[in-house]
């Protein structure tokens, strides 16, 4: 395949006017018309093969640090690595690593994008390996990369964009206690193993099995907070007023779930997460947490934001209208969560429900194209059955019109510890490229954990 490089300084700099892109575009065209019609090369006749390595690897020196050394370089010049320490994957640490699971080594799941490179429960252990994972993290290292490369799943736009985009990874089941996660203070902290290293495996799998590399295909102009280990918790289930997230997803509650989101990265203004609540050191009222978490949505939506429910055609094309509608994942810390339930009386339903509610504009302050959008919803039968007439009355004059296409627009976790805070991660839409950017999986096949659903 011909490819035409369009350098970056020229490119980014130029698209600022029609003015000023135009010679760009119109070279551009030549090239493209060349590229498209010019007979083909001998070499480009002969297309070389991308190098793979299907044998073990020896690495030998005088002393075993000298070896270890060498391996560790040798994976990073290859870009086999994350630029930290590895553990070296030795056929009997795999084998070891393999032991946390009864699933096949041979068994595929699919390919990986970018590259979709193949993904066995082999490579994942090799990842979780050199991460530094236990055999009893494995089922839920499986579980995530299952999530990753799940055909609805858009791991391609977080994983390459030039946005920071950032995954979130929250394990909610008994097998988060059994493998001692962190689901209180300092959850996204440094410390735990469990956390870190599952959220390591997952980083070492995009990059050996989805071929990811900073610069190459995965394009954050500032890279991505937490870009070792990603954003790992576990839900604080002893703490929590409320069932367990996972039954909430459709699971039962023996089970073991993890919970894959997608969230902003540096508050680049499509996305981002926001945090709510006093901490140690403000009294923050429960009620105004709710309130200021239904005015950013409301704020991050509509006609009075920049990134806004304008993202609909007027053709009602029904994928344009899926993609303007933001999901809000809602991490709830034990205190607010508790407050909430004993006070006001909130279910994790009722929440949804208050937010729904109000997580509303003003119908005066919605553009026309808003309006249109907002209705080509309705009429095309994205907004759910159940709450397209409440949405339909409010939007005329005097009404508020609501910012998320049903309660369930909004997921609610409690984790976190006492004090802590609220947390509010968005994900600009369901997804760019497929359909969901919020996806969970039931742990399964574990052989040293009771949790892991055997």
Do not use: C
């Not at 080594?105 to 066995?120: A, C, H, I």
């Not at 490369?149 to 929250?170: K, Q, R």
């Not at 209180?184 to 070492?204: D, E, H, K, P, Q």
């Amino acid at each position: 395949m011909r490819i035409i490089d369009v350098p970056t300084e020229l490119f980014y700099r130029e698209r600022i006017s029609r003015e000023r892109a135009r010679p760009m575009a119109e070279y551009m065209l030549d090239a493209m018309i060349a590229a498209l019609t010019d007979p083909i090369t001998a070499e480009e006749g002969r297309p070389r093969e991308r190098a793979s390595v299907s044998r073990n690897l020896r690495f030998s020196a005088d002393t075993i640090d000298a070896a270890i050394e060498d391996f560790n370089q040798q994976f990073l010049d290859r870009q086999w690595s994350d630029g930290l320490p590895l553990i070296p994957p030795t056929p009997d640490r795999v084998e070891w690593m393999l032991s946390g699971t009864n699933r096949s080594p041979d068994e595929q799941l699919g390919p990986m994008s970018p590259r979709n490179g193949n993904t066995t429960i082999e490579k994942i252990a090799i990842n979780a390996v050199m991460a530094g994972a236990k055999p009893e993290y494995l089922p839920v290292i499986i579980a995530a990369v299952e999530g990753l490369v799940d055909p609805y799943f858009d791991e391609l736009h977080f994983a390459t964009s030039t946005g920071s985009f950032n995954l979130v990874i929250g394990v909610s089941g008994p097998i988060a206690e059994e493998i001692g996660m962190n689901s209180g203070l300092g959850m996204f902290s440094y410390g735990n193993r469990a956390n870190s290293t599952i959220g390591r495996a997952v980083r070492l799998s995009l990059i050996n099995l989805g071929h990811t590399w900073p610069a190459a295909n995965d394009m954050a102009l500032l890279g991505r907070p937490s870009p070792y280990t990603f954003m790992v918790f576990a839900e604080n289930q002893g703490m929590s007023p409320w069932s367990p997230y996972r039954t909430s997803q459709g699971f039962s509650d023996e089970d073991s779930v993890v919970t894959l989101t997608v969230t902003g990265g540096y508050s680049t203004g499509q996305s981002q997460a926001s945090i709510y609540g006093g901490g140690a050191v403000a009294l923050v009222p429960p009620e105004t947490v709710l309130e200021q978490v239904a005015r950013d949505i409301s704020r991050a939506r509509g006609g009075v934001s920049s990134t806004n429910a304008t993202g609909v055609t007027l053709d009602g094309n029904e994928n344009t209208i899926r993609s303007s509608y933001r999901k809000y994942f809602l991490v709830v810390n034990p205190e607010i969560a508790q407050e909430l339930n004993e006070r006001f009386g909130y279910t994790r339903e009722g929440l949804q429900e208050k937010l729904f509610e109000t997580a509303s504009i003003r119908y005066e302050d919605l553009r026309e194209r808003d309006i249109a959008a907002v209705q080509a919803a309705i009429d095309t039968g994205y907004i759910p059955v159940a709450y397209r007439d409440q949405v339909q009355q409010q939007l005329e004059p005097g009404g508020q019109v609501p910012m998320m296409s049903s309660p369930q627009d909004v997921h609610i976790m409690v984790a976190g510890g006492m004090p802590g805070y609220t947390m509010l991660m968005s994900y600009f839409n369901e997804g760019v490229y497929k359909p969901v950017a919020h996806i969970s999986k039931r742990i399964g096949d574990a052989t040293l954990t009771d949790g892991g659903s055997r």
